[in-house]
């Protein structure tokens, strides 16, 4: 599954990520020869391998405990907590990991329920972590029982059919289990009684979580067994992501609207472009901070992130006609973090004068430096000009995102580069890149293995030159450093 070489039939016990058996026997000769721990050289392969992370949602009515059970998950306070529903954040999604494995968590817990009213708000909550997730961590307050809402969550939650598991929360000791046991009417198996805020009873539920959790998504994008590319359209409100989708369909398949934020949920859309089938995600638009908005606006940030966790690329929509937002950045952030392909697409084009253009370029390289790597295409999404332009942008980010350096290649490289430009002296230390290996593609992942520390600006400029080398255009880079550690200092 995901992009492990040898993974059909082989039924190894070893995940050696992208890597084949033959490449991977002597990388780990290497790996002795220069002092590692082979136990350790293992993991760091295995971890950087490890493809698309399965997806666990913790889903909830208001005050039931859901964002400090996900800081507790995470293992540090990063959802914000606080006594009133509707207190969100900018992130919804954290990499967490136990029992050494690893998966991300989507925090759902804030919404403004005046909105929607309260059984729209729970019931709109429940179906993003359907869409989104893999397994659901359902959270109820033992002390409260069994609600009428809590009801409807579990009718969304036996039609989505998702693997569940029920956490009995706010049991803080033993009287509390008795409690606990009469969430057994729910119909959703064992109650796990926990109590998120003081960590009781947490770890036998991530256990239970464990064996929910598939060891890699369902999704297995459009590989040879056959479905369409996923390709997700993400922007601010009113950007044209809907007008931009009309018009590569060559109908009218999305509702337009002047009034931002029309569209709610994803739209798929099974487009044909240049004889090759896509699957087009219309996605509602992001508006201000998460924290910002209210009611359905909520849920279409939150829409949003399941569908760039979905898709294999995302197509960023800017509006070329206004100075480049912080909205814009934190969605391209968005994508950037999720490790999927990535075209940016400055839209309304055609309406720009010279002056315009001449500070939208400079806006671009101060704002977007982070995506310089990512194909850009600029585009009208209401009059089609240089809409031909957009598959090869796909088809070159898509590329990129798959693109696989061979070790003995990567080393040739990495010794070149180290020998030409070696890491600076630090504290009487010159540490040394020694090896390195291409772990995983989909994004690319690397592991350099140094005998020192390596710092971020060193990482950046091996980044840099990897991209001049290699090519990856269009797709983010993850590279992990593990240091050689001194005989004798290992860890017990």
């Known amino acids: 599954m995901n992009d492990h070489i040898h993974s059909e039939g082989s039924g190894e016990e070893h995940d050696h990520g992208a890597l084949g058996d033959a490449e991977y026997a002597q990388f780990m000769e290497l790996a002795a020869e220069e002092g590692f721990d082979i136990e350790e050289v293992e993991g760091a392969i295995e971890e950087a391998g490890h493809g698309p992370l399965p997806v666990l949602a913790v889903v909830g009515r208001p005050n039931v405990g859901k964002s400090t059970l996900v800081n507790r998950i995470i293992g540090r306070r990063e959802a914000v907590v606080e006594d009133k529903p509707g207190v969100t954040r900018d992130r919804v999604t954290y990499e967490a990991e136990w029992a050494g494995?690893?998966?991300k968590v989507v925090d759902t817990g804030g919404w403004e329920q005046d909105v929607l009213g309260i059984d729209a708000s729970v019931a709109a909550q429940a179906e993003y972590a359907i869409e989104a997730a893999d397994a659901v961590v359902f959270v109820v307050d033992a002390k409260v029982g069994a609600t009428d809402t809590d009801e409807a969550?579990?009718?969304?939650?036996?039609?989505?059919?998702?693997?569940?598991v029920l956490c009995a929360n706010k049991v803080d000791g033993p009287s509390g289990e008795a409690d606990a046991?009469?969430?057994?009417?729910?119909?959703?198996?064992?109650?796990?009684?926990?109590?998120?805020l003081h960590g009781r009873g947490t770890g036998d539920m991530l256990d239970k979580v464990l064996e929910a959790l598939p060891e890699a998504p369902a999704q297995t994008f459009g590989t040879a067994v056959g479905g369409p590319r996923r390709i997700a359209l993400i922007g601010r409100p009113n950007v044209g992501k809907s007008s931009l989708l009309n018009k590569v369909a060559g109908e009218e398949r999305v509702v337009v609207n002047e009034l931002a934020g029309t569209t709610r949920d994803p739209v798929d859309e099974l487009i044909e472009l240049g004889?090759?089938?896509?699957?087009?995600?219309?996605?509602?638009?992001?508006?201000?901070?998460?924290?910002?908005q209210q009611g359905a606006d909520y849920y279409a940030s939150l829409r949003t992130a399941a569908a760039v966790e979905k898709a294999e690329v995302a197509v960023i929509l800017i509006d070329a006609s206004e100075s480049i937002s912080v909205q814009d950045q934190r969605i391209v952030t968005m994508a950037v973090e999720a490790g999927r392909a990535i075209v940016v697409a400055y839209n309304k084009w055609d309406t720009l004068d010279e002056e315009r253009r001449y500070y939208l370029e400079r806006?671009?390289?101060?704002e977007l430096g982070q995506v310089a790597w990512a194909p850009r295409v600029n585009v009208s999404a209401q009059t089609g000009r240089h809409m031909e332009k957009l598959v090869p942008a796909i088809e070159t980010a898509l590329a990129g995102w798959e693109t696989r350096v061979p070790t003995g290649r990567l080393n040739a490289f990495l010794g070149e580069l180290v020998?030409?430009?070696p890491h600076p002296v630090r504290g009487g230390k010159q540490p040394r890149i020694l090896f390195g290996t291409q772990a995983g593609t989909k994004p690319p992942r690397f592991v350099l293995f140094a005998s020192g520390f390596i710092e971020a600006?060193?990482?950046?400029?091996?980044?840099?030159?990897?991209?001049?080398e290699f090519g990856f255009e269009g797709t983010p880079i993850h590279i992990s450093v593990r240091v050689r550690e001194k005989r004798g200092a290992k860890k017990k």
């Open 181 to 196: 046991s009469y969430l057994w009417s729910l119909g959703l198996g064992e109650p796990h009684p926990v109590s998120a």
């Open 101 to 103: 494995r690893r998966f």
């Open 363 to 366: 806006e671009i390289e101060t």
């Open 275 to 292: 004889g090759v089938t896509w699957k087009f995600v219309d996605t509602a638009g992001i508006r201000k901070r998460v924290h910002l």
């Open 419 to 421: 020998a030409a430009h």
């Open 153 to 164: 969550v579990v009718r969304l939650l036996r039609k989505a059919g998702k693997p569940v």
């Open 457 to 468: 600006g060193y990482r950046r400029f091996i980044e840099r030159r990897l991209r001049e």
